[in-house]
């Protein structure tokens, strides 16, 4: 008997008041076809009604890939657990999920997506749920917010226990009754192999989770093929766990791209190709957050100014001597910019994301280069909640896995928002000062807690146009300052707190501000030749 169904077959598949797990990163791996049934079905029957949904990362993207807007509706869509969700600029029209969040007509959480998968992973074990100190004085606690994104969110998913004379974290695990995951192709028995998707992402651990449980496992690919015609390492779900197949031939690989064969793994792009970053003062902070990297390091990055870090190692001569680790699972090669986000160029590996997030949370690597919304006096920073502009963040997504137990974190950011500033004389210039102060008395969100990491003795760093600032168990100190700044109308005017300063307090090279290459050296103690370490 064919497992091939239609998508609108697959939808009618969807009961009432069921729990629903989608696998999908932005719009890497998003089984869109089967989500976008599902809605239509909505609109014409009226059913599904009050179905929960579970999205490790995120489902969709605000660029063509609706993802979970498609599900967005209020009497479909009763409560929803999202690693992240759709982002985009402000000046767009936010998602509808964001304005069903915005309006309290869905219970919304956003929980750390590494978290996410462990509760999949204890789901498809009949173990009772997750016990973690991941997430422990972050949003996450119970004690602060508990996951809850609105008042609609009324009902907890995490507690505070005691357990082996230790304080944890516990979320009980959810039984999804049907999992919707995507391959790149399936024979007639439901093997799934993926060679056109830059990632696995957690599809197999959400397909088990179903299928142990009673539940079922929809997946939408490409094509299909002939039993027996896959080779049996290539396959990653295999079709004893799959009851349905859907066919959806123009599938985007990811966000605004149909197929790039490099970000599969299939060809590798000569290094020649990958463009520089502009000059700009982004550049100039992606600069000195290099000069932290040592040769031989692990080194996770995430979005916003730190993912421009592998093109000034490209641009230095320096690439190879870092190897890079994404929470979507590639391992090494050049990671992607923009709408391919999340993929990566050359790869040497790519791990399932639910693997990769073991690593993050044991603090496995050697460290994360991240951005900041937000920090506070106790180093705290939020990159999780704009309550003015809520759609311009994403939520979490592997944030809090990753910075739990991070050897060392260097955070990147403009020291104001709003600020015009322009280079000049080998150092900035601020032409006009933003209005919006980002080193607050206390950050609206707790997405990294900078009183555990004193606690646990993290090395942290946050860089900015104008200032290098360091976390010690006093608070902030500012290390280093940009050539062209002033110490006390620029930085210490401009925060909220009050601000160390470092006894040796060092001048940024000039270098990073010049329109060329800076000289950057990852081996041992030195950078830029030996003149700054």
Same mark, same amino acid.
């Given at each position: 008997?064919?497992?091939?169904?239609?998508?609108?077959?697959?939808?009618?598949? #969807?009961?009432?008041?069921? @729990?629903?797990?989608?696998?999908?990163?932005?719009?890497?791996?998003?089984?869109?076809?089967?989500?976008?049934?599902?809605?239509?079905?909505?609109?014409?029957?009226?059913?599904?009604?009050? &179905?929960?949904?579970?999205?490790?990362?995120?489902?969709?993207?605000?660029?063509?890939?609706?993802?979970?807007?498609?599900?967005?509706?209020?009497?479909?869509?009763?409560? =929803?657990?999202?690693?992240?969700?759709?982002?985009?600029?402000?000046?767009?029209?936010?998602?509808?999920?964001?304005?069903? #969040?915005?309006?309290?007509?869905?219970?919304?959480?956003?929980?750390?997506?590494?978290?996410?998968?462990?509760?999949?992973?204890?789901?498809?074990?009949?173990?009772?749920?997750?016990?973690?100190?991941?997430?422990?004085?972050?949003?996450?606690?119970?004690? $602060?917010?508990?996951?809850?994104?609105?008042?609609?969110?009324?009902?907890?998913?995490?507690?505070?226990?005691?357990? /082996?004379?230790?304080?944890?974290?516990?979320?009980?695990?959810?039984?999804?009754?049907?999992?919707? %995951?995507?391959?790149?192709? !399936?024979? +007639?028995?439901?093997?799934?192999?993926?060679?056109?998707?830059?990632?696995?992402?957690?599809?197999?651990?959400?397909?088990?989770?179903?299928?142990?449980?009673?539940?079922?496992?929809?997946?939408?690919?490409?094509? *299909?093929?002939?039993?027996?015609?896959?080779?049996?390492? /290539?396959?990653?779900?295999?079709?004893?766990? *799959?009851? $349905? #197949?859907? @066919?959806?031939?123009?599938?985007?690989?990811?966000?605004?791209?149909?197929?790039?064969?490099?970000?599969?793994?299939?060809?590798?792009?000569?290094?020649?190709?990958?463009?520089?970053?502009?000059?700009?003062?982004?550049?100039?902070?992606?600069?000195?957050?290099?000069? +932290?990297?040592?040769?031989?390091?692990?080194?996770?990055?995430?979005?916003?100014?730190?993912?421009?870090?592998?093109?000034?190692?490209?641009?230095?001569?320096?690439?190879?001597?870092?190897?890079? *680790? #994404?929470?979507?699972?590639?391992?090494?090669?050049?990671?992607?910019?923009?709408?391919?986000?999340?993929?990566?160029?050359?790869?040497?590996? %790519?791990?399932?994301?639910?693997?990769?997030?073991?690593?993050?949370? !044991?603090?496995?690597?050697?460290?994360?280069?991240?951005?900041?919304?937000? &920090?506070?006096?106790?180093?705290?920073?939020?990159?999780?909640?704009?309550?003015?502009?809520?759609?311009?963040?994403?939520?979490?997504?592997?944030? @809090?896995?990753?910075?739990?137990?991070?050897?060392?974190?260097?955070?990147?950011?403009?020291?104001?928002?709003?600020?015009?500033?322009?280079?000049? /004389?080998?150092?900035?210039? &601020?032409?006009?000062?933003?209005?919006?102060?980002?080193?607050?008395?206390?950050?609206? $969100?707790?997405?990294?807690?900078?009183?555990?990491?004193?606690?646990?003795?993290?090395?942290?760093?946050?860089?900015?146009?104008?200032?290098?600032?360091?976390? =010690?168990?006093?608070?902030?100190?500012?290390?280093?300052?940009?050539?062209?700044? /002033?110490? +006390?109308?620029?930085?210490?005017?401009?925060?909220? &707190?009050?601000?160390? %300063?470092?006894?040796?307090?060092?001048?940024?090279?000039?270098?990073?501000?010049?329109?060329?290459?800076?000289?950057?050296?990852?081996?041992?103690?030195?950078?830029?030749?030996? =003149?700054?370490?």
């Amino acid at each position: 008997m064919s497992k091939v169904v239609s998508a609108a077959q697959a939808a009618s598949l #969807i009961k009432d008041g069921m @729990v629903v797990s989608v696998s999908s990163s932005s719009g890497l791996g998003c089984p869109d076809a089967v989500l976008a049934a599902i809605g239509e079905r909505f609109e014409t029957e009226g059913h599904p009604q009050n &179905i929960t949904t579970l999205h490790p990362i995120a489902a969709g993207d605000m660029y063509g890939i609706k993802g979970i807007d498609h599900l967005a509706k209020p009497g479909l869509l009763k409560r =929803t657990l999202c690693g992240s969700y759709p982002s985009g600029p402000s000046s767009s029209e936010p998602p509808q999920i964001w304005k069903m #969040i915005g309006d309290n007509s869905v219970a919304a959480y956003n929980v750390p997506s590494g978290i996410l998968f462990d509760m999949h992973r204890e789901a498809a074990a009949k173990r009772p749920g997750v016990l973690t100190k991941v997430g422990l004085d972050t949003f996450t606690d119970p004690r $602060h917010q508990g996951c809850a994104m609105n008042a609609a969110a009324s009902e907890p998913i995490v507690s505070v226990e005691q357990f /082996d004379g230790e304080e944890w974290l516990y979320f009980r695990a959810i039984v999804p009754h049907v999992s919707i %995951i995507r391959a790149t192709t !399936a024979d +007639e028995r439901g093997n799934l192999t993926y060679e056109h998707e830059g990632a696995y992402l957690g599809g197999l651990e959400q397909a088990l989770a179903a299928r142990n449980n009673g539940g079922i496992v929809i997946a939408q690919v490409k094509r *299909v093929v002939e039993n027996g015609t896959l080779k049996p390492h /290539d396959v990653r779900v295999p079709g004893v766990l *799959v009851d $349905h #197949i859907v @066919v959806a031939p123009d599938q985007l690989q990811t966000t605004l791209t149909p197929y790039d064969p490099a970000i599969s793994g299939e060809i590798f792009r000569p290094l020649s190709t990958f463009r520089n970053a502009e000059m700009n003062v982004q550049k100039v902070i992606a600069r000195r957050v290099a000069m +932290e990297l040592r040769d031989g390091m692990a080194v996770n990055i995430g979005f916003g100014i730190s993912a421009n870090v592998p093109r000034i190692l490209l641009e230095e001569g320096q690439h190879g001597k870092v190897t890079w *680790v #994404i929470e979507q699972g590639a391992v090494g090669g050049v990671p992607l910019l923009d709408f391919k986000f999340g993929c990566a160029s050359n790869a040497e590996a %790519i791990m399932p994301s639910p693997h990769q997030f073991i690593y993050f949370q !044991a603090g496995g690597f050697d460290a994360s280069l991240l951005s900041f919304l937000q &920090i506070d006096r106790h180093g705290s920073v939020n990159v999780s909640k704009l309550s003015a502009r809520p759609h311009v963040t994403a939520g979490a997504g592997g944030f @809090v896995d990753i910075t739990a137990r991070a050897k060392k974190i260097v955070f990147s950011g403009f020291f104001n928002a709003g600020a015009k500033l322009s280079l000049a /004389d080998g150092g900035i210039r &601020i032409d006009q000062e933003g209005k919006v102060k980002k080193v607050v008395d206390e950050v609206e $969100h707790i997405s990294f807690s900078g009183k555990r990491a004193v606690a646990q003795g993290q090395d942290i760093t946050y860089v900015t146009e104008r200032c290098v600032m360091k976390l =010690t168990p006093d608070g902030l100190m500012v290390t280093e300052l940009a050539p062209g700044i /002033d110490l +006390e109308r620029d930085v210490l005017a401009q925060a909220e &707190i009050p601000l160390g %300063i470092a006894n040796d307090l060092k001048v940024i090279p000039s270098a990073l501000y010049q329109d060329r290459p800076i000289g950057l050296s990852l081996n041992g103690g030195a950078s830029l030749g030996g =003149t700054h370490g």
